[in-house]
C-alpha cells in the first residue's frame, strides 16, 4: 500500500508559477512510475504529466508542454511538479498518481487507468 499526499497549490495570478510536490509513503517509491491529473470544476480528470519510475521518461499533455516541468526524487520518496506561465486554463484539483511496475524503468503511463494509487488533490486556482 502507498499514500500518496500532494501540496503546494494555491492562488496565483496568471504568468505565476507554483512547485506541487507529491510524498510517497508505504513502500519503496522507486519501483513505482507517477503522475499528475487535474480535474476542473464539471470536466473530467485529465492527464497533465507523467514520469517513469527511474526519472528517464517523462510524458506531458499537450495543454502543458514548454510550461510544466516533472521531476522526482526517489531518495526522499517526492514527484514534482513545476508549473511556469500559469494560464486561468490551468485552475484545477491536481492529483498525484503511482502504480507499481516489475517492467521497464522506462515507462511512463498517461492514462487513469494505469494508476493505483492517488492522493487526495491540491486545488490550483489561477487569476486573470
Known amino acids: 500500500q502507498v499514500q500518496l499526499k500532494e501540496s503546494g497549490g494555491g ?15 508505504g513502500r519503496i517509491f522507486s519501483s513505482y512510475y507517477s503522475g499528475w491529473f487535474r480535474q476542473a470544476p464539471g470536466k473530467e480528470r485529465e492527464f497533465v504529466s507523467a514520469i517513469s519510475s ?4 517523462t510524458a506531458y499533455a499537450d ?21 511556469n506561465s500559469l494560464k486561468p486554463e490551468d485552475t484545477a484539483v491536481y492529483y498525484c498518481a503511482a ?12 492514462q487513469p487507468y494505469e494508476y493505483d494509487y492517488w492522493g487526495q488533490g491540491t486545488q490550483v486556482t489561477v487569476s486573470s
Open 11 to 25: 492562488l496565483v495570478q496568471a504568468g505565476g508559477s507554483l512547485r506541487l510536490s507529491c510524498v510517497a509513503s
Open 54 to 57: 527511474n526519472g528517464g521518461n
Open 63 to 83: 495543454s502543458v508542454k514548454g510550461r510544466f516541468t516533472i521531476s522526482r526524487d526517489n531518495a526522499e520518496n517526492t514527484v514534482y511538479l513545476q508549473m
Open 99 to 110: 502504480r507499481y511496475y516489475g517492467g521497464s524503468r522506462y515507462y511512463a503511463a498517461q
